[in-house]
């Protein structure tokens, strides 16, 4: 049986003091709420790589928010018609990142992958809003990191 390859990739969990998490709805896909995330580059940290998504993908600089747990890796596959990277799904490292007061999340950046920003208390989170093969992922994190169980 061939072995399984996963795409390194990291994802972030942007909470705000009163509880809420931030989540985006992809440019491409009307309705696709998800946590920020993205690829790790060769020879790039954990750390390095979501710095720089946050970055790339909210125009948010280290000084807006606190690194907090890390957690992982969660994968999953791609469907057939999805692989990409030549790989066969993406394995994840999620970051708890605590918003300083004054952290401004925005969809203006010079590539915009969101469309829409919204914090949502964690059990507000919609498995509607993924592909099947997100939901057992997202439904695991939502537990590891605020005991929320989504079945």
């Given at each position: ?14 909470q705000?003091?009163d ?17 920020p ?20 993908e909210l ?13 992982g890796?969660y ?5 057939r ?5 030549g ?31 919204q ?8 498995m509607?809003w ?16 605020f005991?929320?169980?989504m079945?």
């Amino acid at each position: 049986m061939p072995t399984m390859k996963y795409r390194p990739n990291v994802a972030a969990i942007l909470q705000r003091d009163d509880g809420r998490i931030l989540v985006a709805e992809r440019k491409d896909v009307s309705g696709a709420w998800q946590f920020p995330q993205g690829g790790v580059d060769p020879g790039e940290s954990l750390e390095t790589a979501i710095r720089r998504e946050i970055y790339e993908e909210l125009g948010l600089c280290p000084e807006d928010y606190e690194i907090g747990v890390m957690r992982g890796p969660y994968r999953y596959l791609f469907t057939r018609s999805s692989k990409r990277w030549g790989c066969d799904g993406q394995e994840q490292h999620y970051f708890l990142l605590h918003a300083r007061p004054g952290c401004q999340p925005t969809t203006a950046v010079p590539h915009p992958e969101f469309r829409s920003l919204q914090w949502i208390q964690p059990a507000e989170f919609q498995m509607k809003w993924l592909p099947e093969m997100k939901k057992a992922v997202y439904r695991q994190v939502l537990l590891d990191f605020f005991a929320v169980d989504m079945t």
